[in-house]
């Protein structure tokens, strides 16, 4: 029979083929999160009809609280299984509790907490809601530990496909709940604990490692300094991903929020196409070449290169189609949502390079610079979202996309800083993509005028055709002109020549 400490991966044996690996995963990864975003696209689909925008705007008052007590659900322990080099039984074992426990506590926490959100939204409907979605945070702590396992050990299928299966079962029943007993809100609640349950269910089936009833609580210390580290900066960035919601729901109320939420939902899905997968396989593979700094550079940059290609492709593509896009997949009660959509995708030029920021400080253990530049850049975020707010939902999506593009460059300096890496190459990778993508986004937005669009499906097909062709035409004529050299080339003398070209070097 197999010992429990023979479940926990031997990362060494990884590094051999670390390549072919990485390679292979953030293939699965992207199949995996395509099927995904099909799924959830259907599911939000017949539930923006079977809902009103109030129902999804009060179930985000409530989330505003319990994803805020969330954050220290994980104590950045997860990453810290991953990120270590070894680690053994025990050791999780230890962490595993400590979720468990944080978790616990955490939901009594959200339950004693919920009136207050009430007040401060002016709804009593908040308070059963949060406690509801409160409640479901022991059962995912339960399964942060496995989760953590299974990525260490670059399991991809087991890792891409939990959530889909998950959060696919969670819709179907929502679905359900909300057309055959018109429950209204608290179908979204019933999905949200759906997915939770079944997701934990099948971490505990695709990982075999169990926890153990003798923790090793010294071996968990360096890793709780690591975690409480990430978790300073997943409180701070909570304010940049979460407060936009607060903001609206105090000022403008459930239905405004909905509009706004259901539009970011929507912006959220293609970018986790990118992001999302992309992270879960090249933070562990980083995390190995820790040591190795010319191949963590080789590695960072390929993965990079792609990401941004694929980044400006997909923003094209959304700035191009917005409103034709909100009401194929919500209906024509959501046409409000368009415009806040159409200002939302413009933070997906910059949000490539910030997001890409996190799996240098990780994958190298600085998450203490990581917490530092939160701090900065939260304050900046929550600045904007305060600049927007009289001017409702759009005037906060607009106002967070300028934040966003301004933030890019500068985020890209500090995290090169103390990185293999340099800010030229990084600088290099996202700007001529970016240029090409903006280009085609407005272009085919122009183009669009020109003629009447009729059917809604028929315009997204159109204006995503013309929005990639755009931008292939860009890419190529920045590959003809030697800005973006082929093979794609990252040096000084490639910047030079943009600046040359735009006149602002001699």
């Not at 999780?92 to 506590?105: D, I």
């Not at 055959?180 to 759906?194: D, E, F, I, K, P």
């Not at 896009?325 to 409000?336: E, T």
Request: proline letters at 4%; one cysteine or more; glycine letters at 8%.
């Amino acid at each position: 029979m197999a010992r429990q400490s023979d479940h926990i991966p031997d990362v060494a044996q990884l590094t051999t083929d670390l390549g072919r690996r990485t390679a292979r995963g953030g293939v699965t990864a992207i199949t995996a999160q395509f099927t995904r975003i099909l799924a959830q696209l259907a599911i939000a689909a017949v539930m923006a009809r079977l809902l009103a925008p109030g129902d999804f705007g009060l179930v985000a008052m409530a989330m505003t609280l319990t994803s805020f007590v969330g954050i220290f659900t994980d104590l950045g322990l997860s990453a810290a299984t991953v990120q270590r080099k070894e680690i053994d039984h025990t050791t999780v074992s230890a962490l595993f509790w400590v979720n468990v426990a944080t978790g616990c506590l955490l939901a009594a926490v959200c339950t004693a907490a919920a009136p207050l959100a009430a007040w401060l939204f002016g709804d009593q409907r908040v308070v059963w809601v949060t406690v509801a979605l409160g409640l479901s945070i022991p059962v995912s702590a339960a399964g942060a530990q496995h989760a953590a396992l299974l990525q260490r050990g670059m399991r991809w299928m087991e890792m891409q496909w939990t959530p889909i299966i998950a959060q696919s079962a969670g819709g179907l029943i929502a679905i359900a709940l909300a057309w055959a007993t018109h429950a209204g809100y608290w179908a979204l609640v019933g999905q949200a604990w759906a997915s939770t349950l079944i997701s934990t269910a099948l971490l505990w089936t695709f990982c075999r490692w169990r926890p153990g009833s003798r923790p090793h609580w010294r071996g968990a210390g360096s890793a709780l300094g690591l975690g409480l580290q990430l978790t300073g900066f997943n409180f701070v960035n909570y304010f940049h991903r979460q407060f936009d919601n607060v903001l609206i729901g105090w000022r403008w109320g459930a239905v405004d929020l909905g509009y706004y939420t259901r539009a970011y939902t929507l912006l959220t899905l293609p970018l986790t196409l990118v992001s999302g997968p992309i992270a879960s396989a090249v933070v562990p593979a980083l995390s190995r070449l820790q040591d190795d700094p010319e191949r963590w550079r080789s590695a960072f940059l390929r993965i990079f290169i792609g990401v941004n290609l694929l980044s400006a492709a997909l923003s094209a593509v959304l700035i191009a189609s917005a409103e034709p896009l909100v009401r194929v997949v919500y209906g024509a009660q959501w046409i409000d949502a368009g415009p806040v959509f159409l200002l939302l995708s413009i933070s997906m030029f910059a949000a490539t390079a910030f997001n890409a920021a996190g799996w240098v400080y990780i994958s190298l253990g600085q998450t203490q610079r990581l917490l530092r530049w939160g701090i900065y850049v939260t304050f900046f975020f929550v600045a904007s979202f305060f600049v927007g707010l009289p001017y409702g939902p759009k005037g906060v999506a607009l106002c967070y996309s300028l934040a966003m593009c301004l933030v890019a460059v500068p985020s890209l300096a500090f995290v090169t800083r103390r990185a293999p890496v340099g800010f030229f190459e990084c600088f290099w990778a996202w700007l001529p993509p970016t240029i090409a993508g903006g280009t085609a986004a407005w272009g085919a937005r122009y183009l669009a005028g020109l003629w009447v669009q009729g059917n809604p499906m028929l315009a997204v097909v159109e204006l995503s055709s013309i929005a990639l062709g755009l931008y292939s035409a860009a890419v190529c004529i920045l590959i003809a002109l030697r800005i973006m050299p082929f093979p794609y080339a990252f040096n000084r003398a490639a910047l030079r020549k943009l600046l040359v070209l735009a006149r602002w070097a001699k």
